[in-house]
């Protein structure tokens, strides 16, 4: 899996019938210092991500095993909103306390 | 899954006989602004996409995940026709009223 | 799938029995323009390419969607020879017309 | 597979339900040479990996192949605690002998 | 398949149970030339590979195809040791007329 920040929503309205329902969000992939970085992908939501949320993304055959991709061309799905990582022991990306930059 | 624009067609009489009677299309890759970037892939066509509509399309086992493509040896599939999206709050493409550049 | 040129064959003779009866072509990659590019692949072969040709090759899980490869430990298959192709209405590549260079 | 060091642990109390009761954890990717590389994974832990030991993950639909990740949307999982390896006979890593650092 | 060539042998004797009994070997990289390249692999040997051996190796869930590594958490696996390839008609690689150098 990796970081991503959420930075918006995709509009598809002709597309194949195992995709209708989905909600699909643009991510920008987020580094292990939770900095964005280089490269993006479009991921169907599972949990109810928020726009500039930091979350988690799975790719891949792995990106079906939730409820709401099971069986569709899906090969990114978001499965969890991050709280918080810590390096060494110390705290690098918090929810909470620090404002997440809205500049994706 | 990622972002493209299809660029033309591709024909191979001489293939697998799982291939049989798919379309395939080439398709360059755009990033998360809209601009065509590096890279191509060759996708099978579940959704009708036109020349230099910009696509939604998804690689791997995912890429079987459609009627058209279920069994087949096909790693990339265009399952959506993007009408837009948007990123922190402001459209960034829109299928519509800007005109689509056709120079792919 | 993307695009390569077949540059030669690879013998193995030890190998593990399941995959034993396949053909082994090593295939340089070929870029949008019909230029050879950088990378190669070796992919198991189920149209019966030949030295030179242009084809389209898939990958990953989608490789064992061939009656030859089914259920085997092959990550590619060679699964069309390529006639032609465009971008934007021009013919980029045509298998016959043009001669295909041999410097692999 | 490849080396990797973890370097923390990965919190995300909203996701999705597959993904209840694993631990994730942050690892740096590792070179040949056992020094840290670019790049860095999310991966569930199989095997109880500590901070700074150096692990091997694998990544795709093999990262469901243990009790822990089984039918679950992760691609990455940590499946073995490295003790040593060697290059041409010579050792280049042991968990033992050399201490290992903390600066991931 | 990409060319390997196997340059040593990784411990790990705290792992997930489906990884036991496996042999995992170092690959390093080799291009199309036969030469050494960046990038390695960790792969599970399924024909006895040894030291300084160039090998092919799958990746992916191809690399659970045989035997050895079926159903196991293992994404990458040696299937054959090469003899040798030839590009465009010449031969780049041969396993028994020139030594292999042991300088990986």
């Given at each position: 899996m990796l970081?991503?920040?959420?930075?918006g929503?995709?509009?598809?309205?002709?597309?194949t019938?195992?995709l209708?329902?989905?909600?699909?969000?643009?991510v920008r992939n987020?580094?292990?210092?939770g900095?964005?970085?280089?490269g993006y992908?479009?991921?169907?939501?599972s949990?109810?991500?928020g726009?500039?949320?930091v979350?988690?993304?799975a790719?891949?055959?792995?990106?079906r095993?939730?409820?709401?991709?099971?069986?569709?061309p899906?090969?990114a799905?978001?499965m969890g909103?991050v709280?918080?990582?810590?390096?060494?022991?110390?705290t690098?990306y918090e929810?909470?306390?620090?404002?997440?930059t809205?500049?994706?």
């Amino acid at each position: 899996m990796l970081f991503g920040r959420v930075a918006g929503t995709v509009v598809a309205t002709k597309k194949t019938s195992t995709l209708e329902g989905l909600k699909l969000l643009l991510v920008r992939n987020v580094d292990a210092q939770g900095r964005d970085a280089a490269g993006y992908v479009v991921a169907a939501d599972s949990v109810g991500a928020g726009l500039g949320e930091v979350v988690l993304y799975a790719t891949g055959s792995s990106a079906r095993q939730t409820e709401v991709t099971d069986k569709r061309p899906v090969d990114a799905v978001i499965m969890g909103v991050v709280d918080t990582w810590d390096i060494g022991g110390e705290t690098v990306y918090e929810k909470y306390p620090s404002a997440v930059t809205a500049d994706v």
